[in-house]
């Protein structure tokens, strides 16, 4: 690998999609202005990779070199530094309704409803005290909580709605049911669950990894970062991931995660999520000639449907360039069915393109 170089990474979490009606039958990728992006895929290489369903999976393969099953609630609680050992385990909690036997994943919190949440958690949390529950808020009213035990209940994964019974809740049921009666039905429901001893399996066998910070604002990519022991540096979102971004990499290589662009498809917002790619390709073109100097790359995870909110399983498009000015638009970055380049191999590709 080349170690010269410093190298970019900017990372768009959930920004490929399906086609979208309302924009004529493109993209948000393909019908957005985004002149910096552009500029890397038009003066570098472009391929695709197999996405994953979630960014941990796809950050874990990516920097292992294999798959690694860790499951969402573990890596969170790393990226959170809650107590994780043998006999406890850890999830991911996301808001929710549950109404005649479905549950239907609430992303539309607002402010004061995310505020009156964690007020209810907090006070529904004797209903679970002799879990011994431990639990840790972030944005859009989401939470990664640790309770004694290793049993793991298997409950169902959002973005998609599902079916689900109270009596499916188990021991969570009546933290849960506590929550809804408080919140007019919204609630705090528990998935992704696991304890950190198969997690350990997979540390012991992590290959050799560049010198790197993670700048994310999201536990799932900084618990990868704590998990495999690479720097890493928490912010309150894009912009001031750009801004440390533009000081961190004078020294070193940045992994700059940008979770807006999934977090914006899940509330089905097809121009917004136009207007956001735009924005964040504004705020990197403030600073382009910071990035002049170094490798720039451009990676996305997975599809995510701003039309249902679902995640889609897809072909996802990567960009490497050691040039960004002048800026050029002979490609866009966007969905494309180039070169496929296994996600496994893609991180010594980058390293030593």
Not at 31 to 45: C, R
Not at 99 to 118: A, F, R, T
Not at 285 to 298: E, G, M, N, P, T
């Amino acid at each position: 690998m080349n170690e010269e170089k410093r190298v970019l990474m900017i990372f768009l979490d959930g920004a490929t999609d399906d086609s979208v009606p309302i924009l004529n039958g493109r993209t948000p990728l393909q019908v957005a202005k985004k002149p910096f992006l552009d500029s890397i895929a038009s003066h570098g290489t472009m391929g695709c990779t197999l996405s994953r369903d979630y960014t941990h999976f796809y950050l874990l393969e990516l920097f292992i070199g294999r798959k690694a099953e860790i499951p969402r609630g573990v890596i969170e609680a790393y990226g959170l530094e809650l107590p994780l050992d043998e006999k406890r385990v850890a999830y991911r909690m996301t808001p929710a309704i549950i109404k005649d036997g479905k549950v239907d994943w609430y992303y539309k919190i607002s402010c004061q409803d995310e505020m009156n949440l964690q007020k209810a958690v907090l006070k529904s949390r004797e209903k679970i005290r002799e879990m011994d529950p431990k639990i840790i808020f972030y944005n859009g009213g989401k939470a990664v909580m640790t309770v004694k035990g290793t049993e793991v209940m298997d409950l169902p994964k959002p973005p998609s709605p599902a079916d689900v019974l109270p009596s499916d809740l188990g021991d969570f049921r009546p933290f849960a049911e506590s929550i809804a009666e408080m919140m007019g039905g919204i609630t705090l429901l528990p998935w992704g669950g696991g304890s950190g001893l198969k997690a350990e399996q997979y540390r012991r066998k992590v290959r050799p990894l560049p010198q790197m910070t993670v700048i994310s604002k999201s536990p799932s990519a900084l618990g990868v970062a704590a998990f495999l022991n690479i720097d890493r540096l928490r912010v309150p979102g894009f912009k001031q991931g750009v801004k440390e971004a533009r000081r961190l990499i004078k020294t070193g290589n940045v992994f700059m995660h940008i979770e807006e662009t999934d977090d914006i498809s899940h509330k089905r917002s097809p121009l917004e999520k136009v207007e956001l790619i735009e924005e964040i390709d504004k705020e990197l073109s403030k600073h382009a000639k910071d990035f002049k100097d170094c490798r720039l790359v451009i990676l996305i995870d997975h599809g995510a449907s701003s039309v249902t909110g679902d995640h889609i399983r897809m072909d996802v498009p990567y960009a490497i360039s050691d040039q960004v000015l002048p800026y050029s638009s002979g490609r866009s970055y966007c969905e494309n069915g180039w070169e496929r380049t296994e996600l496994a191999d893609l991180l010594e590709r980058i390293f030593a393109f």
